[in-house]
């Protein structure tokens, strides 16, 4: 089953609009317009870039990518602290971010325990998140790790899953949207490689979008079309991997399914509502995502 856009459910909750899935169709747009990666009409381009989370404007994942992704996350099983199988062994999943992502998965980590007859067991989630952390300090420091190594404790062999969730701050200095994803997807691509020598067993990465910074002022470092622009960058990243493991798949439409300056505080970082909202979408993306549906859950 390929990683589809198509017939997505729509859930309403009180905060904000989430999906059951990942990437969904949402119609809306911030003041000032930009049209959902994945609800651009035939022809339309946003500056010159075309729509859809895939090559070719398409919202459903090449074989190749499918076939890739299916077989990493077969591989995702139980293992030691020397990465050996094991029965009581752990499937550790990092988050890599800044504080918006310490924010949200400490919330989403805590709902984990009311799912424990659920999730497969051994899975423990380890929160990576870290307060002025962003993209290029992950891709070019090293005590953002060191600090991320010692979360992870002695399971650095366990760690086989990424929730890739962190953002190109200042993007509207750099140019327009190509020029920022090729910024930010390098940026992206040396978290990756850099995840890879210190987790070596890492096989999945899911990469989210940065969410929706319309309420953002003018002056912060994420702000509008910045957070809706850096998708470009996930696209790229997406696509022109060498489908080695670490696979890199798509996190949760994050940015459509946020729109809603009640989700957070300053208008950048998360309310208790949108920490609420942020971890629902996630719980219902992996829900849905054939990957999770292997490493994840129980019954796997």
Known sequence: MGHTLEGRALMTTTAAVVTTGAPALLAASWEGGATPLGSFAPGQT??????????DGSDESPPELTAAASQAASRIVP????????ASGRIGVVAIGQSTTEQWFSTFANSARARRGEIRPGVTFINGGQPGKVSVSWATEGDTWAELSK?????RLQVQVAFL??????GQKIGGPAEEARVYSGQ????????????????????????????????????EPGGYEMQFGIRRVVLEQSLAEP???WGP????QTKDPALYSDGVHWSSAGRAV???????????DPEAARWLWRGA
């Open 46 to 55: 946003y500056k010159g870039m075309i729509g859809g989370f895939y090559a």
């Open 247 to 249: 696979v890199v798949v």
């Open 165 to 170: 969730d962190t953002a190109l701050i200042y």
């Open 188 to 223: 992206l691509s040396a978290i990756i490689a850099r995840a890879k020598r210190l987790y070596p067993n890492l096989r999945l990465v899911y990469a989210f979008p940065f969410h929706w910074a319309g309420a953002s002022a003018p002056q912060k470092a994420v702000t």
């Open 151 to 155: 979360r992870v404790g002695r399971g």
């Open 278 to 288: 942020m971890t629902d979408l996630t719980w219902r993306f992996l829900a849905d």
């Open 79 to 86: 293992l030691n602290a020397r990465g050996t199988p094991a």
């Open 253 to 256: 439409d994050v940015w459509s």
